[in-house]
Every structure is written in C-alpha cells, then in structure tokens.
C-alpha cells in the first residue's frame, strides 16, 4: 500500500527529493510558493522582488537539498531558506535604499462601500508602519502574525528562546502601534 501523495509529510517529500527524486519537489512548490511569496512580499514591501526571491528559495531548495535534515521540520529549513534569500538580495544591492511602500501592489483586492474605503486607508496605514519597523521586528510580526507560525517553530529557525521572541513580538507589536498612531496624526 502507498502512501497518497496528499496524505505525506513535506519531511518525507524532501527526504525523496534529497535522494534524487526531484519530481517531488513539485508537490513542496505547491504547498509553500503562496506562503514563501506572502513572507517575502511582507519583507520586501515589493511584489516583483519577493517573485524574484521566491523563485530563487526553490532553486536552492534543490541545489542545497543535500544540506537538508530529517530531523528538521521542513517548514523551518524552507523558512530558513526564504531569510537567506531575502539578506543575500539586499546585500547584492550595493547600497539598501529606504524601503519604498508601494500599497497598491500589497492590496489584493480593494473593498466596495463608504466604510471599504475607510478600512482600505487604515491597511494603507498599517502597511507604512510595518515597513517602519527594523527588518527583526517586521520578519517576527510578519512570520508570527500573517504567517501564522508558533512562537517554538520561529524560535527554532532563528535561533532563540521562544521566551526572547515572545518578548521580541511584544516590542514589534508596541512599535508597530506607535507607528501607526503616529501615521493616524498625519
């Protein structure tokens, strides 16, 4: 009896992908492409780059799939991966420019009725004050908060106590507040 393809861990597929069944990876691309691209796009504040990023994390998945351990939740190593990308872009970029919040690209869909336009000003809003926050602060809310990833799987990929990212979201949180209020003035 086979397992259904559905019905397998991303740790088993990667383990066959790692032994040289690279059709597998397809079924990894399909489970974590939208939420690789979210993450980058959230990090990046650009569509076009987070692409680029995104396309270049499953490229390494596959030249890296050597380094991959068992062991490792898949979630975490391809997480991992995406934080890579994301620093070795930025530091191909001689000089890293203020990052350029460009909402409209962020916004999927744009809301109908009077009170749509005022939710719409307030995303817009919340948008400008995550790109405020330093790049730590914005990766935590942005895996934590849209990614919807447990403190213990963030605390395990970057290295910490999940005490200190606790500790490190509430600052984020704080910050973020202060931003947007700030934001709300204008």
Do not use: C
Not at 19 to 48: P, T
Not at 146 to 171: C, I, P, S, W
């Amino acid at each position: 009896m086979t397992k259904s393809i559905d019905l397998m861990s991303d740790e088993h597929i990667m383990e066959t992908v790692k032994n040289g069944d690279l059709q597998q990876s397809a079924l990894l691309f399909d489970r974590y492409h939208k939420r690789i691209f979210n993450f980058l796009a959230r990090m990046a504040m650009d569509r076009e780059i987070a692409e680029d990023i995104t396309q270049n994390v499953f490229l390494r998945m596959l030249k890296y799939r050597h380094t991959y351990n068992p062991e490792m939740k898949f979630q975490s190593w391809i997480y991992q991966m995406a934080r890579n990308g994301f620093a070795d872009y930025y530091k191909q970029q001689k000089q890293r420019t203020p990052v350029k919040v460009e909402v409209e690209k962020l916004m999927d869909q744009v809301p109908e009725g009077m009170d749509a336009l005022e939710q719409e000003e307030n995303e817009k809003k919340l948008i400008r004050a995550l790109a405020q926050l330093p790049d730590d602060y914005r990766e935590l809310l942005v895996l934590t908060r849209f990614q919807h990833l447990k403190y213990e799987e963030v605390a395990g990929f970057l290295d910490m106590t999940v005490a200190n990212v606790k500790v490190k979201v509430h600052r984020a949180i704080g910050q973020l507040r202060q931003n947007y209020f700030e934001l709300e003035k204008l």
